[in-house]
């Protein structure tokens, strides 16, 4: 398995913004597809962004479409998530996950898909 540290979370104003890293080790990073999740307190953990191994495929969940950014740099074993026009309704602990691919294009975007997963960061946007 993958290990996955996450950081660059923390306490921003709405219309701020953030960019979350996800560090992996132990394995070949440029075999897992990465997604980022999101779970806000007393809430399931929901589906933020997905990038395929090559970082020619993305996807967005519709509410942050427009706002956030998912990228990879497959050199540094590193993912990231650019926030934009933070809202207070971003307000979660922000997870990394990585998932083995045969396929460089392919995406994933349910939880259930992932094997690995990181410890999270805490984003919290003040109103």
């Known amino acids: 398995q993958v290990q996955l540290v996450e950081s660059g979370g923390g306490l921003v104003q709405a219309g701020g913004s953030l960019r979350l890293s996800c560090a992996a080790s132990?394995?070949?990073?440029?075999?897992?597809?990465m997604g980022w999740f999101r779970q806000a307190q007393g809430k399931e953990r929901e589906f933020v962004a997905a990038i395929s191994r090559s970082g020619g495929s993305k996807h967005y969940a519709d509410s942050v479409k427009g706002r956030f950014t998912i990228s990879r740099d497959n050199a540094k074993n590193t993912v990231y998530l650019q926030m934009n026009s933070l809202k207070p309704e971003d307000t979660a602990v922000y997870y990394c996950?990585?998932?083995?691919?045969?396929?460089?294009?392919?995406?994933?975007?349910?939880?259930?898909?992932?094997?690995?997963w990181g410890q999270g960061t805490q984003v919290t946007v003040s109103s």
């Open positions: 996950a990585a998932r083995s691919s045969i396929s460089g294009g392919y995406i994933f975007t349910q939880a259930a898909d992932f094997g690995s």
């Open positions: 132990g394995r070949t990073f440029s075999w897992y597809a």
